[in-house]
């Protein structure tokens, strides 16, 4: 207390602005750990439609022989 009885506050826009700093860097952190998870999903993606893109195109290609041949093996 003053010497009026008035409480003294000390400034603490110091320590507040060095938490909104410690803050924003953890949010960039964040953002940055979410674009390298984002980039990994879509390279997983990717990879599966090229597998099911070359199953897919083995069915068909598995149907056409069949269609050819009569259905049975045979020409």
């Known amino acids: 207390m003053g010497r009026s009885g008035a409480t003294v506050m000390r400034d603490i826009r110091g320590d507040l602005q ?3 700093s410690l803050i924003e860097q953890q949010i960039a952190a964040a953002g ?3 674009d390298k998870a984002v980039e990994q999903l879509q390279g ?4 599966e439609l090229a597998a099911l893109g070359v199953a897919m195109l083995a069915e068909h290609y598995k149907s056409f022989l069949m269609d050819s041949l009569g259905g049975d093996g045979r020409p």
């Open 18 to 20: 060095e938490r909104a």
């Open 32 to 34: 940055i750990d979410f």
């Open 44 to 47: 997983k993606l990717k990879a």
